[in-house]
């Protein structure tokens, strides 16, 4: 049942991948699933000439080609609701014309002035739009909400995350803006926050006295594809842990907010960016582990180092792979190190958070112990989505052997329950005015902040290596010792959430 207001959905950037992929595939499926409101109409924007029919068509095939369609009159039944206007972005005259199209359609639809604009144009346009749209009073909350998504990535280091922070927030409201980190939107991301909150045995023991040490993986066994040109300005610690992956961390490690209310638990998330410890600039070299992958055969065929894809430079130094450790100095954390690693041409694709106890004060049975952190709880997000305990267990026979076994849960065991994208889950809650699972200023400003050091120094240092890895293993050796120094190992996850190994099948 849609709960949402009459409202117009305005898509900055509506001729690129992201609308055509993601967001207009996700209002389809709100639309099938009665989500959207009674009057609703989509406004597409960009540059490009299109008439409001040839914008249709275009929308109409990237339905087709990224959603399952059961029934075309749904198609067409929603493709009547969307429009097109070009503009330039730069030029601030055409923002009057733009006002006039959305003041036509709220008159001939009946919609009043709620609108919501989504800003999926390229990142140097962020500050621009907000600024030009309040020019011709588009941000006035007095015939309507007014809502601007912002795609990530939040600036490209502290300081222009900060001068866009000045910008946006002088012509808009903070309550105004909906910062997009679609991994918030994910269901097994939200599922942190309800398998330790609902549950009375994790999270007793969810803090320093009987947790080792926290690991977040998230690896891609893809390349940097067609966007060699946006990976260059970007690379690993941009990409996915200044954003993502610190999200990650800080819902695993935040206390229980006083309430489902947006604020009680974007508070709680705050205060963990606001406890993590700074990585001094002397410390980067050891806790912040930079690669790049090199050619390799991997499965039987030829992969091209990152140096040799399209639209990177030769002599690149942006790294594909990134792996830090850090401590959140807090009552609970204090003394647990974190871990995150993410790269590009690894082994597997997987994103997962596992939770290393710590070992039992004694152990009384024969062999010792199989590992030294034999209990985990591995929360995986993606693929094969679910949860996994692993603990020891008597090996049948005489004696007291113990060996460890998996007791795990996978979403796909849920008949009939549908999991929505994380596009659709953001976007419909974008629409209710819903800001829980947006990242606030003050987050990404402390994300900023806390990868400073590490930017800087594998800017500016020419004494920090940037090792190279073979495309279809595990990342550099090195960050190995990252981990090793307290004599654990990584873990090497498999596709199926059971299984691990560096050996496995991916
Ligand atoms: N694609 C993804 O999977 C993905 C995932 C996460 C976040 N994002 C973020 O979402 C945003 C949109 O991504 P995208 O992949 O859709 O981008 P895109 O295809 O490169 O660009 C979106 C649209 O912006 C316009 N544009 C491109 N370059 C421009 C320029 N120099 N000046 C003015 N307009 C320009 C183009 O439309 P016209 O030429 O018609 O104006 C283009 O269709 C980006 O900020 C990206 O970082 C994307």
Known sequence: MNTNDNHIYVIFGASGDLTKRKLVPALYSLFVQNLLPEKFALLGVSRSDFTDT??????????KEFKEIDDTSHVEAFVKKIHYQSIQFNDASTYLPLKQRLEKLRTEEKIGGNTVFYLSTPPSLYGIIP?????????????????????????YDLESALKLKDQLLKDWQEDQLFRIDHYLGKETVQNLLVTRFSNGIFEPLWNRNYIDHV?????????????????????????MVQNHLLQVAAITAMESPSSLEPIAIR?????????????KKEDVKTNAIRGQYLAATVKNEKVPGYRDEEGVNPESVTETYAAIKFYIDNWRWGGVPFYIRTGKRLPTRVTEVVIHFKPTPHFLFSGGPVCSSCNQLVIRIQ?????????GMKTPGAGFEVQTVNMDFHYSDLTNQR???AYERLIYDSMKGDST???RTEEVIEAWKFLSPVIDCWKNDKDVPLFGYPAGTWGPETADDLIEDRDMTWRYPCKNLSDDGIYCEL
């Open 215 to 239: 690991e977040i993986t998230s690896a891609e066994s893809i390349g940097v594809e067609k966007r060699g040109g946006y990976y260059e300005t970007s690379g690993a610690l941009r990409d």
């Open 267 to 279: 508070n709680e998330i705050l205060k963990v960016f606001q406890s993590l410890r700074p990585i």
């Open 383 to 391: 693929p094969d989505e679910g949860v996994l305990l692993k603990f």
């Open 54 to 63: 040839e914008f249709r068509t275009a929308m109409e095939s990237a339905i």
């Open 419 to 421: 999991i929505p994208s």
């Open 437 to 439: 699972l947006f990242a």
């Open 131 to 155: 600024q030009h749209l309040a020019s011709v009073g588009l941000n006035l909350q007095n015939d309507g909400w007014k809502r601007l998504i912002i795609e990530k990535p939040f600036g």
